[in-house]
């Protein structure tokens, strides 16, 4: 049996009362959106249309943006984003060699198989583009929750790729109203200039929700959960599609 620790109690407690008192197969409450079983397509329409716009700084919009191919973020950004009161998380993995596992790479962010973790998911027809409002569907025991966000922007630097040396795609997503917490997401893979893989998540963020302050201990254990996992699931894409390749 998995250890639960007291603020997973918690915060398991806390949404599955939520739940209890309605009976629909999907509601809002207190500001999230929630289900009873895993989400419709159309319950995550419905969530999106109802989430409003982002629920973080503009001035922060797309901070999480690459500075360069071969070096994804910076200490003073991430000073200057703990002075502002966010928590910083960044995970990064390698995956791979050379340019087929780059494609490998980029082909499982473009088709959200970074996040096929069976209790996280995203549609997997969701296009990769700037502007696209998506929900990433997370099951926390009862019930599942809907996290409603906005693709903020995306980097392909095909241009080094092209020439043989370092290169990146990524692309970030901010929180919109409705998510337990407020800031932005950058899933991405670079190849550096030995022509290794890595695959990063990174990320800022602070409570936007009581639930999310009064456990938030429990929410960044979580988040560091989602990354890892992540992580494991990109290996499992890319070595797979390796093994694949070699033996047809």
Same mark, same amino acid.
């Given at each position: 049996?998995?250890?639960?620790?007291?603020?997973?109690?918690?915060?398991?407690?806390?949404?599955?009362?939520?739940?209890?008192?309605?009976?629909?197969?999907?509601?809002?409450?207190?500001?999230?959106?929630?289900?009873?079983?895993?989400?419709?397509?159309?319950?995550?329409?419905?969530?999106?249309?109802?989430?409003? +716009?982002?629920?973080? *700084? $503009?001035? @922060?919009?797309?901070? &999480?943006?690459?500075? =360069?191919?071969?070096? %994804?973020?910076?200490?003073?950004?991430?000073?200057?984003?703990?002075?502002?009161?966010?928590?910083?998380?960044?995970?990064?993995?390698?995956? +791979?060699?050379?340019? *087929? $596992?780059? @494609?490998?790479?980029? &082909?499982?962010?473009? =088709?959200?198989?970074? %996040?096929?973790?069976?209790?996280?998911?995203?549609?997997?027809?969701?296009?990769?583009?700037?502007?696209?409002?998506?929900?990433?569907?997370?099951?926390?025991?009862?019930?599942?929750?809907?996290?409603?966000?906005?693709?903020?922007?995306?980097?392909?630097?095909?241009?080094?790729?092209?020439?043989?040396?370092?290169?990146?795609?990524?692309?970030?997503?901010?929180?919109?109203?409705?998510?337990?917490?407020?800031?932005?997401?950058?899933?991405?893979?670079?190849?550096?200039?030995?022509?290794?893989?890595?695959?990063?998540?990174?990320?800022?963020?602070?409570?936007?929700?009581?639930?999310?302050?009064?456990?938030?201990?429990?929410?960044?254990?979580?988040?560091?959960?989602?990354?890892?996992?992540?992580?494991?699931?990109?290996?499992?894409?890319?070595?797979?599609?390796?093994?694949?390749?070699?033996?047809?």
């Amino acid at each position: 049996m998995l250890f639960m620790s007291s603020g997973e109690n918690q915060f398991t407690l806390l949404l599955a009362l939520a739940a209890s008192h309605h009976s629909l197969g999907s509601m809002a409450w207190g500001g999230l959106f929630l289900s009873f079983g895993r989400p419709t397509p159309e319950q995550q329409k419905s969530c999106l249309a109802a989430a409003g +716009g982002f629920n973080y *700084d $503009a001035a @922060l919009h797309g901070a &999480s943006t690459p500075k =360069s191919a071969t070096a %994804l973020t910076s200490e003073d950004t991430d000073r200057a984003l703990a002075d502002r009161g966010f928590s910083v998380n960044r995970s990064r993995v390698l995956v +791979g060699s050379g340019p *087929d $596992a780059f @494609l490998r790479a980029k &082909s499982a962010l473009l =088709s959200w198989k970074h %996040l096929a973790l069976g209790w996280a998911e995203v549609e997997p027809d969701t296009p990769v583009k700037v502007g696209t409002r998506f929900c990433i569907c997370y099951k926390e025991v009862i019930p599942w929750v809907m996290f409603p966000l906005q693709i903020a922007y995306v980097t392909d630097d095909n241009g080094r790729r092209a020439k043989g040396g370092g290169g990146v795609f990524a692309f970030g997503s901010g929180t919109l109203q409705g998510h337990l917490l407020a800031g932005e997401e950058r899933f991405s893979v670079q190849v550096d200039e030995e022509e290794r893989v890595w695959y990063e998540v990174f990320s800022f963020s602070k409570p936007a929700h009581p639930l999310s302050a009064l456990c938030n201990p429990y929410v960044q254990f979580r988040q560091r959960h989602f990354a890892r996992e992540s992580a494991k699931a990109m290996l499992r894409h890319v070595a797979g599609h390796s093994t694949s390749g070699s033996q047809q």
